[in-house]
């Protein structure tokens, strides 16, 4: 349905834009988690460093953000080169590089989420699993996780529509390529600086907006439905 | 073989617990004292769940904790079993999934029952694949009993287990306890502010008072000790009596004050089974005003609660003769 209302330009921005955005979730999910599991718990030397760390792509300028990437995953930089020479994985000016710049400026967000439902947790429950034998590491697994699955998801899903959205280090760091890391607002950006192509980057925008939304509408279902599951 | 504390200390949020204390390590101890003594305090200290700052901890002569040595064993090595006062079951979880956590971390070779067989005992097997947010709060009791007994633990700390629970089945639920730590041989110690239940449970005590373990040992020893009169409400007040009728402990049993009744002659042509000659040896106004009477008698001392009026009455003065009379129902 949603095929036939496209155009095939159309169609193929908004399939790469789900491709980077759902990437980019995918692979800083654990790594979100682990944060926010380290950034929930009692204090202990270097947390703040590490909450510092988590939120800086929140205050630093996206393109900045792009730019840092590049310098250290560009083909050049002494990440991206190791990666290129050692696995012949090439990031910048990618799908994969874009997904990576979408993941930094989504990270926040996903920590942020996650951690205030590791926090909500009721601490009670974990000293009721360690009297039935739970190790601190079984106790992750079989309680706190599956405890703070709501938070674990509505982050995921608020990522993944402020990732359908990301700009600015993707730009910087993956450039604008058709078909491979031309996602929707680089599209519209595009559309808008080429003469006549106005009705195009209208009707971009109009999808960008639908999916942000449908994005946000998710998160608070599941959010909603996870928590009824839990509390009644 | 013996829990046993050595200058134990804990600290919590101002509150400082300090414990030098043996418990035997087979049949059950209770802990009684008013509330805020620290009893809640010591079962998570013996668990694991807080730290000793000073002291050792060692049950079966294995050291669980010692802080000068730097020795810990933590919680969830220690095969502890705790039920909280608050059941802490999981929320996200059935009855069935509850229990079964509990089943598939003990180690094998411990002999205790499994989900099914608990839940009959306990009579919840209807409930088993209820979500825990709909039960009652009985229910969520013998639920997390059942799960701390399924983990099949050395040694059973109980919070306050009679907290949710009605009259009929406080009294199923401390006979369950009672039958079930002589039965399996698992040790346990209950920590409770009711007097009854203390009472009827423990094979040995320990009355806490203000962080402090102020007196153990048997409960024909402790709970004749002025200082666990101390401990006690006016209307919780009572004596430990030997050889009553109706009552099956050759060691006796806590008769309260408030459940005995006094004559000025003689009953005849009475129901009760418990009908003691005695002479009145004290008499002392409480502060809530009822008259608590002791008299000496056969069984040892006992103690009634009257009314102002009801003692002049019945007329009765120190070294009158009075008659105790007390329903076997009452024990």
């Not at chain 1, 999910?29 to 599991?37: C, G, Q, R, S």
Request: hydrophobic fraction near 50%; charge should be neutral.
């Amino acid at each position: 349905m949603v095929r036939a209302m496209l155009t095939a330009e159309e169609f193929q921005i908004l399939s790469t834009s789900l491709g980077i955005a759902g990437r980019a979730v995918v692979f800083s999910l654990p790594v979100a988690i682990l944060f926010a599991w380290a950034l929930a718990r009692p204090r202990f030397p270097g947390q703040a460093a590490l909450n510092t760390i988590a939120h800086l792509p929140l205050v630093l300028p996206p393109v900045l953000v792009g730019y840092l990437l590049l310098l250290a995953f560009g083909v050049n930089g002494p990440l991206g080169g190791w990666l290129k020479q050692t696995f012949g994985i090439q990031l910048a000016l990618t799908a994969e590089g874009a997904a990576l710049a979408t993941a930094v400026m989504a990270f926040p967000l996903m920590v942020r989420a996650i951690r205030l439902s590791f926090e909500a947790t009721d601490g009670g429950l974990f000293e009721a699993a360690a009297v039935l034998r739970a190790s601190p590491w079984d106790r992750f697994w079989s309680l706190a996780l599956p405890l703070a699955w709501p938070g674990v998801l509505a982050g995921a899903v608020v990522a993944f529509a402020a990732g359908l959205g990301e700009f600015g280090a993707v730009i910087t760091f993956a450039s604008n390529i058709e078909g491979e890391t031309q996602t929707l607002p680089l599209a519209i950006n595009a559309a808008l600086n080429t003469p006549g192509r106005d009705d195009v980057a209208f009707r971009l925008a109009v999808i960008s907006l639908v999916a942000a939304i449908a994005g946000l509408l998710a998160a608070e279902g599941l959010q909603h439905w996870a928590r009824r599951r839990l509390e009644g | 073989m013996s829990l046993d504390l050595r200058g134990a200390i804990v600290r919590r949020g101002g509150f400082r617990l300090s414990a030098e204390l043996s418990v035997p390590s087979e049949g059950i101890t209770v802990v009684f004292g008013p509330s805020g003594s620290g009893k809640s305090m010591l079962l998570s200290a013996i668990a694991g769940l807080h730290r000793l700052t000073a002291g050792s901890l060692a049950f079966n002569g294995r050291v669980l904790e010692d802080v000068a040595g730097q020795q810990r064993t933590p919680a969830h090595e220690r095969a502890i079993g705790l039920v909280f006062q608050d059941a802490r079951l999981f929320p996200h979880l059935s009855v069935r999934g509850n229990l079964h956590y509990a089943e598939h971390r003990r180690p094998a070779a411990r002999n205790a029952p499994i989900t099914l067989e608990i839940s009959r005992l306990l009579e919840f097997e209807e409930l088993l694949d209820r979500p825990v947010k709909n039960l009652s709060g009985g229910e969520r009791s013998r639920v997390a009993l059942a799960r701390a007994i399924v983990s099949a633990p050395e040694l059973l700390l109980l919070d306050e287990p009679f907290a949710a629970l009605d009259g009929r089945r406080r009294r199923d639920f401390a006979n369950f306890l009672k039958a079930y730590s002589r039965d399996q041989g698992v040790p346990m110690i209950v920590v409770t502010h009711l007097i009854d239940e203390a009472a009827e449970l423990a094979n040995h005590i320990v009355a806490m008072r203000a962080g402090r373990v102020i007196c153990s040992g048997r409960p024909a020893d402790v709970m004749t000790r002025p200082e666990f009169a101390d401990l006690l409400a006016p209307r919780d007040r009572g004596a430990w009596v030997q050889g009553a009728a109706g009552f099956a402990s050759g060691d006796g049993v806590w008769v309260r004050a408030d459940s005995v009744l006094l004559a000025s002659a003689e009953p005849r042509g009475i129901s009760a089974r418990n009908v003691w000659p005695g002479t009145v040896s004290g008499i002392v106004r409480e502060p809530d005003g009822a008259i608590l009477v002791s008299l000496a008698t056969a069984k040892g001392y006992i103690l009634s609660r009257i009314t102002l009026e009801a003692l002049a009455d019945l007329r009765l003065a120190e070294g009158a003769h009075a008659w105790a009379i007390v329903k076997a129902h009452a024990l």
